[in-house]
């Protein structure tokens, strides 16, 4: 009876304290046919977001403001993901349902429950409001206002809304995916225009906010183009921390010099402006009308394996980086270019908008905030050589591979201790659903282990790297037969994780 007792105790403290109630803690929670031939140590423990610092990573909570996921249902997953920043729309059609009433309560509700979990939102004030003349659309792809009644109603909206949670949430965006669909409202002069009195609009109530522009849906170079243009010509480029791109490709290491022509473009205007991934995202599972990338053979394994790589292919371009989303969406309930449920969501749900279950990605995307926070740095001079035995200046790194297979390679280093984690997967094609190794022999010239070992990402897998695999002379280390494959796996010294 006490041991009862005691169980349901402890499974109403879980209740009351906000734990989630399914996510599986276990050594073997991601069941894979992963399988190498290296001496399993133990499997990475995740950290919640109280436990990091920062990092490079934002998790979306997006749709909120349309009812097509409801934060009750997946609160309680943020924190243990180990992510801190959460991306979200406001809800201007939502809140303001008759003119010059605004009623928070939807809004306080999530806002204060994250900021209590230690959480940061990063709030879009999108979209617009019908109840307006020429107020523009609630959807995906819908027109911004236009109206001057609107835009005065718009102007009032933002300065009410960073007013009320000025305390509480530090990160803005003005529109998602202007350039999205067909419509002839937004063209991008427009558009530049409603980013710039909105962030003048946030500058004054919140002088230190950090506010992102653009938002573009898929790299338009041409639509970008226009857009810095107007608000430099404007002299208004100052006003923004950075701008934001959505660039949905099958194979999440296929855009990078898509990205560079893009920063291209920027440094013209503003060199000092940083760029921001802003939504990116895999399905679970394929389906006409999900969104974007559905027409592909996914399953819950390379969904993992395209977040996972689309984090750290971010993060070694030195990109933020936002993945799309903590749980699947109900489109079905819009009007929008999407009728179906969306699938991206690294929780399951259904029609009902309930959690189900964390999917395989929850857990590898885990598995990378648990190790790349703030504590650790880009080796920003990581190269490529052919020679493994050339000579290398001080703060210099390069690596020599035994394949001419093409190859992701990063390189990080503690900022106090200096010792070294290298992220390789196979970049050349779409994740798989098989899990396929190869054995490839790498060789890092200045690099700096104590004892070398061996992480499966997806899996948290962390192993033996034996002494008859790996060898050092002076600061050279070789490593022999180490299995790569389309997913990240870390060469890492055993005192940056904990498993």
């Not at 849906?217 to 923004?240: C, E, P, R, S, V």
């Not at 933020?320 to 969306?342: F, H, K, Q, W």
């Not at 050279?476 to 990240?488: E, G, L, M, Q, R």
């Amino acid at each position: 009876m006490k041991k009862i007792l005691l169980l349901f105790s402890i499974a109403f403290l879980g209740r009351t304290l906000g734990y989630a109630q399914n996510i599986d803690t276990s050594k073997n929670r991601v069941k894979t046919d992963f399988n190498i031939a290296l001496k399993r140590l133990g499997t990475l423990k995740p950290k919640s977001a109280s436990e990091i610092n920062a990092s490079n990573w934002i998790i979306g909570c997006e749709t909120l403001d349309r009812d097509m996921t409801d934060y009750e249902q997946y609160k309680t997953y943020l924190a243990p993901l180990g992510i801190k920043r959460l991306r979200m729309q406001a809800g201007w059609a939502k809140t303001e349902k008759q003119k010059g009433i605004y009623d928070w309560a939807w809004l306080d509700k999530i806002i204060n429950d994250a900021a209590k979990r230690g959480l940061q939102p990063w709030l879009e004030t999108s979209y617009g409001n019908p109840i307006y003349a020429g107020g523009g659309g609630i959807n995906l792809s819908a027109g911004i206002p236009h109206s001057a009644e609107a835009l005065q109603a718009w102007d009032q909206w933002v300065a009410a809304l960073v007013a009320r949670y000025k305390d509480k949430v530090k990160d803005w965006e003005v529109w998602n995916e202007p350039n999205f669909g067909d419509n002839e409202i937004n063209q991008p002069e427009k558009v530049a225009e409603l980013n710039i009195r909105t962030a003048e609009i946030i500058k004054r109530i919140q002088p230190e906010a950090k506010i992102s522009g653009l938002s573009m849906g898929h790299i338009n170079l041409q639509y970008a183009d226009a857009f810095f243009k107007t608000i430099h010509q404007q002299g208004k480029l100052n006003l923004f921390d950075n701008m934001t791109y959505h660039d949905y490709v099958y194979n999440p290491d296929a855009n990078y010099d898509h990205v560079a022509e893009l920063r291209k473009v920027l440094d013209q205007y503003a060199p000092g402006v940083k760029l921001r991934q802003g939504e990116n995202g895999a399905p679970s599972f394929p389906g006409f009308g999900r969104g974007a990338l559905g027409d592909y053979d996914w399953t819950e394994l390379s969904q993992a394996k395209w977040n996972t790589r689309r984090m750290l292919g971010d993060l070694g371009h030195d990109i933020e980086s936002s993945i799309l989303g903590i749980i699947d969406m109900n489109y079905a309930v819009t009007s929008g270019p999407i009728r179906r449920l969306n699938v991206k969501g690294i929780i399951e749900s259904d029609s009902s908008k309930r959690a189900i279950r964390p999917k395989i990605a929850y857990y590898a995307m885990q598995n990378v905030a648990s190790i790349f926070d703030d504590k650790l740095q880009r080796i920003k001079q990581l190269h490529a050589t052919y020679n493994p035995g050339a000579k290398v200046i001080e703060g210099e790194v390069r690596y020599n591979k035994s394949t001419d297979r093409s190859l992701a390679v990063y390189g990080y280093e503690h900022k106090q201790s200096k010792k070294q984690v290298f992220t390789i997967w196979v970049n050349e094609y779409i994740p798989t659903n098989t899990n396929q190794t190869r054995e490839v022999n790498f060789t890092f010239l200045n690099g700096n282990f104590e004892q070398p070992v061996y992480v499966d990402i997806l899996t948290g897998g962390v192993y033996e790297i034996p002494a008859t695999q790996w060898s050092k002379q002076a600061n050279t280390y070789t490593f022999k037969a180490i299995p790569v494959y389309d997913s990240p796996i870390l060469i890492i010294d055993k005192s940056l994780i904990n498993f």
